[in-house]
């Protein structure tokens, strides 16, 4: 097919075009942490913790099922 040439071209130009933004994007990454909604930090312990774990709260602080 004819089209497959040409989708080859545009390809590998796009590709190196987008190296750039693609670390940008890593960069960004890294350095956003999302906080994820089903988990806690123990102010214990301070691991990370799924929620099912969640014990109680000192102070307003989450701890977990071990610390409790
Ligand atoms: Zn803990």
Request: charged share 30%; net charge negative; with cysteine.
């Amino acid at each position: 097919m004819a089209h497959q040439a040409d989708g080859d071209d545009i390809d590998t130009e796009a590709a190196e075009g987008m190296d750039p933004l693609d670390a940008d994007n890593e960069e960004l990454a890294i350095r956003v942490m999302p906080k994820v909604e089903d988990q806690f930090t123990c102010v214990s312990c301070f691991r990370v913790r799924p929620r099912s774990e969640l014990a109680a709260a000192r102070n307003g602080d989450p701890v977990c099922t071990d610390c409790a």
